[in-house]
Antibody
């Protein structure tokens, strides 16, 4: 069964840091362009960041560029999101998402259950 | 960045009626357009990809159309389980972008 399982969310103070993880199973992880998508409470979906299968290319939304870093460990089938200099507006459920087809960007056919990040003093 | 605009923000429909949701892109995304359904407390679920191909598990009452900058999601006869929020998303270019969503509620 294809599965994504996020972890690492929690309560953090403004300007703090947090690292999210997404454990993948049931598919060839190293072939897939993976993304993080977030959803603030009561709000819509916002794509945050994406990474190529090799990890050599990374992409970011302007709202997080320079503060967040996406990475992956293909030997562990795990995707990461390092979040630094967190702001209140980063408070959201963070999902990792897998594209339908490996190799390039595509619609997201598999989503994790999400992990909640709350930025508050 | 490609801006995706969905309308209306909220659609009130009676069960059995037809619902038509719109999504507009600020520049052409070809047919690289997806629709997602999201219910409260759940992750989004892929509904339509390639602008018009239904994903696994969704019945034929859901259909998508359009290309370029104008897209439509139609639910031909709303069932109780269809009341949810629907998002469009373009995957033609980085950064990937979502529309603001349309909430389909019971009239």
């Amino acid at each position: 069964e294809v599965q994504l399982l996020e972890s690492g969310g929690g309560l953090v103070q403004p300007e703090g840091s947090l690292r999210l993880s997404c454990a993948a199973s049931g598919f060839t992880f190293s072939s897939c362009v993976m993304s993080w998508v977030r959803q603030a409470p009561g709000k819509g979906l916002e794509w945050v960041s994406g990474i190529s299968g090799s990890g050599g290319s990374t992409y970011y939304a302007d709202s997080v560029k320079g503060r967040f870093t996406i990475s992956r460990d293909n030997s562990k089938n795990t995707l990461y999101l390092q979040m630094n200099r967190l702001r209140a507006e980063d408070t959201a459920v963070y999902y990792c998402a897998k594209p339908r087809n490996s190799g390039w960007i595509d619609a997201f056919d598999i989503w994790g259950q999400g992990t909640m990040v709350t930025v508050s003093s | 960045e490609i801006v995706m605009t969905q309308s209306p923000a909220t659609l009130s429909v009676s069960p059995g009626e037809r619902a038509t949701l719109s999504c507009r892109a600020s520049q052409s995304v070809s047919s690289n357009l997806a629709w997602y359904q999201q219910k409260p407390g759940q992750a989004p679920r892929l509904l339509i990809y390639g602008a018009s191909t239904r994903a696994t598990g969704f019945p034929a009452r859901f259909s998508g159309s359009g290309s370029g900058t104008e897209f439509t999601l139609t639910i031909s006869s709303l069932q109780s389980e269809d009341f949810a929020v629907y998002y469009c998303q373009q995957y033609n270019n980085w950064p990937l972008t979502f529309g603001g969503g349309t909430k389909v509620e019971i009239k």
